[in-house]
């Protein structure tokens, strides 16, 4: 007699999904347990992607299939001590690849991340930390009371015990952690080490918080939706404009900094940083509105922005030129150029922003166009490209900004082209008329080395595109003159290119982009520690301006760097928020005297 199992009452029974990643968990966690790498990298597939951000590696650190799964594991199983993996909510199954979201600990955090499963195994892999055990954040049921009820004669008010904080750092007490750079970088990765209790000062040069916004052209806005942007901790309103005027950022960021209390120093100028090996501490000379003042943190975060130092191109003839010269960093808006010739040398997003906003007060504007450039309108980009993540839509699914982060860093650099080139050949389809106006028009469109399109180009690169907000018809249209080459040189009156072609110029704009970011070490610090650290930024993928070899991740962005107590911050405002956690809890753990041994320390292949 046989009998059929019937679910326990009110218990269902777990789907074929479940049922894989819950016997995919245990197996994986067994391995672990007996210390036995090779059989936990057996559950992986041949072609697969374990990408660790901190949990297990204290770095950011991509490894691919059996070899690098077990080569990791072989190093890290026995100082991590991973345990309790389990599933966060119910798996799902489509084209026959299992998605799971999953939850462990580590021997001294607690960590999160995203598995995918193949007919072989794991294909993807993330692993994050995001909690250190007995350092947690003071949030939700651990919130600060704030008030202290009862009666106490030594009583100091909230604003007696900041004030005290603000005026002893850098005098009777040091920071941990110094920040150079004040933009959305800085002040995000300060409201987190604010959170963790970490000692800490974020400097910048300008006189208020979001000045380095307010001092650009006027018509600049970010060409990013607003759910893809928040900061960490503190979401836009609801009622936040979908793309932010810059003068509107430059505010909210004022208010953060105050709201999130972050030690933020303006006016203050880094004019000197070296590093001790024996005390291992770095002593931060700085102009602080016009006092000198000497910090000797142990930790050093440069948030100077991706882009670098701006690329200024040295020309014969720039010290004869009679009319205005300035890279875009410095163009002060389009008002004072009404009824002049303007040449603006370059074609990517600040070419676009600013030949157009020159076009509305009634300059004569030329785009010199020195290379092809990928373009994807706005609207596009916002349905088809971020839609499903950062939208409206996206939060109506569920899918917080914590998720959306997630899901796309659990797409390993490896692959995520081939994710985005259906994306893009979407675009292309919906736009066609578009591109054809604008490559009748003489203009140099590219999609990518791969046709992966914009985010790869940002992610190889940090160059080459536009997000087009309206520029792009100023030129298919002719409105904004285009020509193609190379600048030669200027002459007192006009810009000279290679082919002999000559633009008579009131204005040259230089919108020739950006450096890599280890040229403020070397500005500020020494070309020898700038070249000791290597190139910043870029993947690896040997594709245009952005050589290989394959680095499987950011190149320095976030995690060590081969100068001990030196680390770099930035890219965009979804970046800044996202990664300022690692980097947070890298530092966090070092102020704490936490064991952090870092597994693939990246190689320096490049020194600029």
Known sequence: MTQTLEPVPGQERPTPARERVDTWLADFEAALADRDAERAAGLFATTSFWRDLVAFTWNLKTVENREGVADLLRAT????????????????????VVDAWIGFETAVGRARGHLRLNDEGAWTLLTTLYELKGHEEPQGDNRPMGAEHGANRGRVTWSEAREAELTEMGRTRQPYVVVIGGGQGGIALG???????????????????????????????????????HLPYLDFPRN?????????IADWLEFYTKVMEVNYWPSTTCTSATYDETTKEWTVVLDRDGEEVVLTPKQLVLATGMSGKPNVPELPGQDVFEGEQHHSSAHPGPDA?????????????????????????GADVTMVQRSSTHIVKSDSLMDLG???????????????????????????????????????AAIKERDQEFYDRLEGAGFRHDWGDDDS?????????GSGYYIDVGAADLVANGDVRLIQGQVAELTPRTVRLTDGTELEADLVVYATGYGSMNGWAADLISQEVADKVGKVWGLGSDTTKDPGPWEGEQRNMWKPTRQEGLWFHGGNLHQSRHYSLYLALQLKARAEGIDTPVYGLQEVHHTS
């Open 453 to 461: 399109g914009l985010f790869m180009k940002y992610l190889r690169r």
């Open 77 to 96: 199983m026995d100082t991590t001590d991973a345990r309790g993996f389990h599933t966060t909510e119910e798996p799902t199954e489509a084209d026959g």
């Open 191 to 229: 409201a987190r080490l604010k959170q963790l209790g970490v000692p800490h000062v974020v400097v910048d040069r300008y006189a208020r918080p979001g000045d380095q916004w307010r001092g650009r052209y006027k018509s600049l806005c970010l060409h990013d939706p607003v759910w893809y942007d």
């Open 337 to 361: 150029y009404k009824g002049r010739k303007v040449v603006v040398v370059g074609s990517n997003n600040s070419a676009f922003d600013i030949c157009g906003a020159l076009w509305e007060v």
């Open 386 to 424: 971020l839609g499903d993540l950062y939208s409206e839509r996206a939060v109506a699914s569920g899918v917080t900004t914590q998720k959306a982060d997630l899901i796309f860093a659990s797409l390993p650099y490896r692959i995520m082209h081939t994710f985005q080139q259906p994306v893009y």
């Open 240 to 248: 936040w404009p979908v793309f932010a005027p810059k003068d509107k």
